[in-house]
């Protein structure tokens, strides 16, 4: 059964920046992993996702050269980087896997996620 847990959230001001991390269990060998957010009011969206096998990485436009999501060296820690925040990434941040999906998903296996919150 894999498992993921996120850390690395709070409150920042516009402009700074963040990592998250997504600590995994269970064997995720074979596992495209990602994040999605979900802002107050609003429904769950893509933010990026990573690819096992080679690495390839996409990104939602709205995070395209701010955030980057990227793998330890042992693919069972998953980060988010995040620069340049804005207050419109104010949201709860998930942590993502599966083994059959494609990089933007469907995804079986989530975190509890996160809260980021950034003040204007």
């Known amino acids: 059964q894999v498992q993921l847990v996120e850390s690395g959230g709070g409150l920042v001001q516009t402009g700074a920046s963040l990592r998250l991390s997504c600590a995994t269990s269970g064997d995720v060998s074979g596992y495209n992993m990602g994040w999605f957010r979900q802002a107050p009011g609003k429904e769950r969206e893509f933010v990026t996702a990573?690819?096992?096998?080679?690495?390839?990485?996409v990104y939602e436009d709205s995070v395209k050269d701010r955030f980057t999501i990227a793998r330890d060296s042992a693919k069972t820690t998953l980060y988010l980087q995040m620069t340049s925040l804005k207050p419109e990434d104010t949201a709860v941040y998930y942590c993502?896997?599966?083994?059959?999906?494609?990089?933007?998903?469907?995804?079986?296996?989530w975190g509890q996620g996160t809260q980021v919150t950034v003040s204007s």
């Open positions: 990573i690819s096992w096998a080679v690495g390839r990485t």
């Open positions: 993502v896997a599966d083994s059959a999906s494609g990089l933007w998903g469907p995804y079986r296996y």
